[in-house]
């Protein structure tokens, strides 16, 4: 018992020195969690319900951006802006889907683009790029958050 007793105080005395550790104060910890977030990535990408079902994030995004793609040719395929620009084939759109699942589209023209009424192609794409499906937004540590992109869309297959 006396061994026991022995044994027992020095691990007491030893153990007093854990204790009295400082605890971190609340915005420390917050500063040291900021930093560990990558806040050029989303946890989940936005989606569609037709992409859903897909298991793998990669293959998930893959379809988004293949749907994406389609619908806004196909909504552009309707239109004269093939006829007005002959020789413009390819524009790059870049999308923005806000956390409420709002969609809006801004093309992207290069910078010697003085060939193209850039007001005027603007225009017909705000016209004729609405009524998209429901847009789930992208996940970031359990919030919706914007995310934004650029889709080049073909005007001309040929």
């Not at 971190?24 to 990408?45: G, H, M, R, T």
């Not at 897909?54 to 802006?81: A, G, H, N, P, W």
């Amino acid at each position: 018992m006396k061994h026991f007793l022995l044994f027992f105080i020095i691990i007491l005395f030893n153990s007093c020195q854990y204790f009295d550790k400082k605890v971190p104060s609340e915005k420390d910890l917050l500063q040291k969690e900021l930093k560990a977030i990558n806040w050029k990535e989303v946890d989940e990408f936005p989606s569609v319900a037709d992409c859903d079902k897909i298991e793998s994030k990669i293959m998930r995004q893959q379809c988004f951006f293949e749907y994406m793609t389609q619908l806004i040719q196909f909504k552009l395929s309707v239109d004269t802006l093939s006829m007005l620009y002959p020789e413009l084939d390819t524009i790059e759109v870049k999308v923005t889907i806000y956390p409420n699942s709002r969609l809006q589209f801004e093309p992207l023209f290069p910078k010697d683009s003085v060939a193209y009424d850039t007001i005027k192609i603007d225009s017909i794409l705000k016209a004729r790029l609405v009524g998209f499906p429901k847009i789930n937004p992208a996940i970031k540590r359990g919030i919706p958050v914007k995310t934004q992109f650029i889709l080049p869309v073909i005007l001309k297959v040929e």
